[in-house]
């Protein structure tokens, strides 16, 4: 079973932006589909994007569509994930997963909170 450790939380305000980052080992990530899900307090998890193992592709839920990014790096088994205009309901526990719909293995998860 792989490992990923995601990195690059933290607090922003409302408007900014934050650049996580999913690094892993363990497993042959070129293998891969990889995905972002995010579980807010008190709320189930959240799926935001996936991208398939070559990185030709990536697809995004409706709530962070033109706000998110997500790109990866096959060469150095890393994935990442660009939040840009932040808002408040963002604040959540981001996770980097295997699989396209982030039901694979995941991290320990990074904090990102957004407040004023």
């Known amino acids: 079973e792989g490992q990923l450790v995601e990195s690059g939380g933290g607090v922003v305000q409302p408007g900014g932006s934050l650049n996580l980052t999913c690094t892993t080992s363990?497993?042959?990530?070129?293998?891969?589909?990889m995905s972002w899900v995010r579980q807010a307090p008190g709320k189930g998890m959240e799926w935001l994007t996936g991208i398939n193992s070559r990185g030709s592709s990536a697809y995004y839920a409706n709530s962070v569509k033109g706000r998110f990014t997500t790109s990866r790096d096959n060469a150095k088994n890393t994935v990442y994930l660009h939040l840009n205009s932040l808002k408040s309901e963002d604040t959540a526990l981001y996770y980097c997963?295997?699989?396209?719909?982030?039901?694979?293995?995941r991290g320990q998860g990074t904090q990102v909170t957004v407040s004023s």
């Open positions: 363990g497993f042959t990530f070129t293998k891969f589909a």
């Open positions: 997963a295997t699989g396209f719909r982030g039901t694979g293995v």
